[in-house]
Every structure is written in C-alpha cells, then in structure tokens.
C-alpha cells in the first residue's frame, strides 16, 4: 500500500468507524424501545431488514478499512488485485 | 443483452424469485432442531458486557469460516445465544437476521475478485428452498411420531453420518491436491456428468461449466434439506457443486454466499414477521461477523484453493464429534439409555465446547495461512529490495 493509499484508507476508516459508533449507541442507548417496536411483527418486519441491511453496509464499510489499513490486501496470482 | 441472457432474465429469473416467495414460509423453520412449543416463546434476554463480548467473539469466528468456505458459521450461534438464555425461536430467528447482510457482503466481497457464479447461486437457492420443504415434511413425520428428542436424535444421526462421511473424502482430496502440490484436484465424476447432455443445459459463464439442471437440481434439493435439517446447507452444497457440477473449489464456495442471502433474506422476512428476531443480538453479531466475513473473504486470495477444502473437512468432522457427544443425552430423553442428570449436563457442554473449537480451528488455520503468505511477500520483496541496492 503506498502511504497516500494508506492515509485515504484511514481517513475512511475512521469516518465509517465513527458512522458506525453513532448507529450503535443509538440502537444500545435505547433498546427498550428498539425492541418493543422491533418485535411488534407484521409490517415491523422492514425496520428489522432495512436496519440490518444500513448496518451491514455502514459497519461493513468500516471493516473493510480497518482490514485494509491492517495491512490484508487481496491477491491475485500475480501480486495485488486492482 | 444477447438471446441467451434475455431468456435467462426473463423467464429464469422471475421463476426463480417466485419459488423462493412461494417458499418463504418453509425456510424460516430451517432451524436445525424441531422447535417445541414451549420453545416458541418471545423472550428477550438483558446483554452484560460478557454477552456482548461473546456474541461478538463468536460473530467474527462464524463471519470469518462463512467469508472462507461460504457457510459454516451459523451452526454454533443458534446453541451459542440459547447458552446466554435467549428461547430457541428467537435464537434461530436472530441467527437468520444475521446470515443475509453477512452473506450479501461476504458475496459482493467475492464478486469482486470474480469468484461468483450468479447464475448458478440462484438456481441453486430456488431449488434449495424447495428442499428445505422437503427436509421440514421430513421432520415433522419424525417429531409427529417421536417427539422433540427424536426428532434432534434424527438430526444428530444426519449431522454424524454426512459429516464424517464428506469430511473425509473432502479432507483425503485436499491431501491429494497438497501432495502433488497443484493448486487443486479435479472430480472424475464431474467430468462424467458434464459430459451428459440431457436439455436444459445451462451454461454457468463464471464458473467455466455447462451441466444439465437435472444434475444442478438435485444439488439444490440436497442443500436445502441438509439446511432444513442440520442448520448448514452449505457443507452439503459446496461439496455438491464441487464434485458433482464441477465448479472449483474458490467459486464453489463464493457461490454458497449468494444462497446463503436468499435463504437468510426469505427466513428473516418471516421471522421478523412473527417478531422473533431480537435486533440488538443481531447488530452485536454482525458487529463482529462483517469483519470476519471480509477478512476470510480476503483470505480466499492468499491461498491455494485446496485449503478451501482443508478448513471445510476439519470443521464438519470436529462438528460431528461434536455432534456424537450429543446422541446419548437424545437417547435418555427418548428412554432407552438410563444417565445421570450430571452426566446430561456435561455431554452438552463437551459438545457445545467442541463445536467452538471447530470455529476457533478453523479461524486459526484462515488466519495462520494468511499471515504466512503475507511473511513470505514481505520477505521476497526485501530480497528484491536488496538485490536492486546491490545492482546500484
């Protein structure tokens, strides 16, 4: 990873990191509610999917710069995959 | 779009999505283990700093076998949350919640490195969800005939005698890929069936194979009724796609993700339904699972594909190990071994115990290959490094 690359990778992780922060302290920081509304059933079935799915790609984001800025960069056979 | 893709988006496609609805309310019972009444209850547990951790812990382990071989991590979540006390329906329902976005970022992962048949993973999903109606058909005669404890001794049986069973062959191939030190094997019965031309055949671009859909069916049909049985349809599936259609290992495994969304999507929709699924476990899973999802998928690109196979037979066979402990406690629930309630005890918890092992395994071989061939690029560009000074 060139330094540029690296510093553009944390700065990602870091805002990513931090959407990801607030979505869970809001979720923790209110989960009687969450819950009573969450497990209502019927039509309450598309916030429990719209959650998961906003937090599979904001969570999702942030681990994939994390991993980056570890250092885990996918391969091809012949060195780094574009 | 050419003739071939416009006959596959319109006529393959929309079949596809409507087996899948149609089977929608089958899936969501692909629980493993028959639910009880007294099992369906709507019980939501207070999370301590240890279950958050737990639950974490074990999403990234789960999340970083399923980014690898495309399935295999769900099966100690579901027993891992009933530890902490959740009711089973809740526990089988969050662990679906949480398979679909890990799946969906596990596939796209995978999608990226072009190691994912669309195609082919949503055929394979219809079909499969077809087979999970088969497979619960099944459960329900044995439950209906021997109550809950046979039922789960129905379920043991299966898990010993097809894991064991595929965990050895697979695991004897790998030997065989490793030893002539090729990248992988190739299946002779694969190559027979390929060979078979029975209409329709179908031509799977991505994974460089044409079968007919009378063999890629039946691999669908056994994924789903392994699913409705035992929890993990895929350590039927990606053997199934890699022996019997010829799909190789690395797309075979990518390819489970995609029928792992369907059917964690389908199921979720109905549990979520029925207000089973318990958000706040999900999110502390998925918190862990989309690190590891990513990082196994990553993996993927730092091994031969043989490994594939190495880290699915070890995990099937210690989880079948895991899964003996268990019989006898089904055969004094069904009366015909006498034990003591201790002993009950400690032959659950050696088998739950036993199947984290098989996940930490797992992990430890996943990560320990990856950090090897990372040491080895490392140190061949350090030579290169100093083979140029010298040169200057």
Known sequence: ????????????????????????????????????????????????IVTALVFSFVHGAFANYLIEVIGFKPLSKGGPLK | MTGGRAVWMGRLLPATAAIVLVSIPGVCEAAGEMLGEKDVARHFVELNAASVFFLSVLGFLGGLISGFIGSGGAFVLTPGMMSLGVPAAVAVASNMCHKFPKALVGAYKRYRYGQVDIRLGLIMAASATVGVQIGIKIQKIIFAKWGAAGSNLYVSLAFVSILTVLGIYILLDARRAMRARAEDTSSNLAERIKKLNIPPMVHFKRANTRVSLWFTVPVGLGTGMLAATIAVGGFIGVPGMIYVLGVPAMMASATELVIAFVMGLTGTINWAMGGFVDIRMVLLILAGSLFGVQLGAVGTTYVKEYMIKVVMSTIMLIVSVSRGFSIPVYLQ??????????????????????????????GVIILGSMWKKKRELRDSEEIRAQQVTLRG
């Open chain 1, 1 to 48: 990873m060139t330094y540029v690359g690296r510093t553009g990778s944390i700065r990602q992780m870091v805002f990513w990191g931090l959407a990801s922060l607030v979505l869970y302290l809001a979720v923790f920081m209110n989960q009687q509610a969450v819950t009573d509304y969450f497990t209502r059933g019927g039509l309450y079935a598309v916030p429990v």
């Open chain 2, 333 to 362: 629930q069904l009366g015909t071994l006498e034990m003591a309630p201790k002993t009950v005890v400690l032959l659950k918890n050696i088998s739950f115990l036993t199947m984290c092992a098989a996940l930490a395994l797992g």
